[in-house]
């Protein structure tokens, strides 16, 4: 009995240092870069490849890899080393790496569970109907370069959707370009993660599942005008449906949990926070002098949302606010931009400071009416503009829902009244230049 024991421990060990030689010889560059660019619509190019074996499992790691369009090499299944050098391309990974078996080995079936790639550079564009440059680098490759390229698609890929359990990024450098807008979105410290993947291609409309991890610090600019719109530190996470149901189509649906850093801000070129903040000249009209927007707004505090994403739509669900002083803007839940296609709908609340609220106390809020008719200029004790932005977010339509019906001059008049003669008494007139002196 213990001979056999003996043998079969042997037989399992020369197996396995077998495996590991074979592994070497195996799993190299040609291999690897072919297997991948016959499912992917992708050039590859892998500097150095390490098999490392531990008993019965090891690892795969590859060091600087760059992945880009498909060319005639990809197409013609050139030798990798036969083939002109790439210096750069749409995502450059540092390294990456990924579990195998020696069952796996001998087979000649890799099962990719879990994927992790460190040091990741992102070179991506945005484009209009919400697609991106990178999903096409994933598609199944056309059979004719004449063929459009379909976007990853999870009945197209059946045996690489149900092995994949976990991807992860980390460290990444996002440069990404917003085609219509020209807004570049500069991503540094970044990650994703896509966690706990259960996709079944045949039933899509039950097994069709993920969670996903995002987290960074973005700086937002003008491409065109050659400013800073701003920076938003920022963490995310969701339960997601990956593919559509339907045709098969890689289109995540998922409701983001966003915390925003209080370090977050946005600048005064941005041109809806501009042109809202023209629109509070309103007050003016009511002897309210409005405040000058700063070169800065700041969010408030650290600041928990709800944010939807559906075919490149992303919905407000919770109100989101900036202060600019003691001044609020709160952006409206339901608010919502187009990712790609540069439109939106903003309902926006603007309440102006304390300062000047207290200073008016009750006063306008007893007469409010006498100013606005029915719509009401003060909320929770403070003077509130209404404002709706719409249209293309580089220009937009911005209206004011606020009905301002009374001048701040017919209002003193109708607090302290009006002598009919024209010959105002004194006491009477004190008291309007005090309250002109509060409202400006």
Known sequence: MKKWIIRIIFILVIVTIAGFFFAKSYLNRDYLVAAIEKSINSRIQVKDIDVNLYGF?????????????????????????????????????????????????????????????????????????????????????????????????????????????????SNIELNLIVEKTQLAIKGRGVYISLLDINVNPDKLDSVNNAKIKIGGAFDLQSLEAGTDYGKIITTAESDLTLFNTENGDLEPDMVLSVNIDSESYLTKEVPALSSIWKAAGVINKIGIKSLQIPEKVAFKNDQSVRVSYKLGISTLLDPLSIKVNDWELEAL????????????????????????????????????????????????????????SSGELSSPKIRLKNKLAKPAEDLLDSLLGNDKDGKEDPLRKAGKDLLKGFLK
């Open 57 to 169: 499992t090891g690892t795969v790691d590859l060091n600087d890899v760059i992945i880009t369009q498909r060319d005639s090499d990809a197409d013609q299944k050139t030798p990798h080393d036969q083939r002109t050098p790439i210096e750069k391309g749409d995502i450059h990974l540092k390294s990456a790496s990924f579990n195998i078996s020696i069952w796996e080995i001998l087979s000649k079936k890799i099962l990719v569970e879990n994927i992790s790639f460190d040091g990741v550079i992102l070179n991506a564009t945005l484009y209009e109907n919400g697609d991106t440059s990178i999903e096409k680098l994933f598609a199944k490759p056309g059979k004719k370069k004449t063929v459009k390229t379909k976007k990853f698609n999870a009945k197209e890929n059946e045996d690489f959707i149900t092995q994949i359990n976990e991807i992860s990024l």
């Open 333 to 388: 839940a339901q608010s919502w931009l187009g990712t790609g296609n540069n439109q939106h709908m903003l309902g926006i609340k603007l309440h102006v400071g304390e300062v000047i609220s207290n200073k008016l106390g009750g006063v306008l809020g007893k007469f409010s009416e006498k100013i606005a008719g029915n719509n009401t200029l003060i909320e929770n004790g403070k003077i509130t503009l209404h404002i709706e």
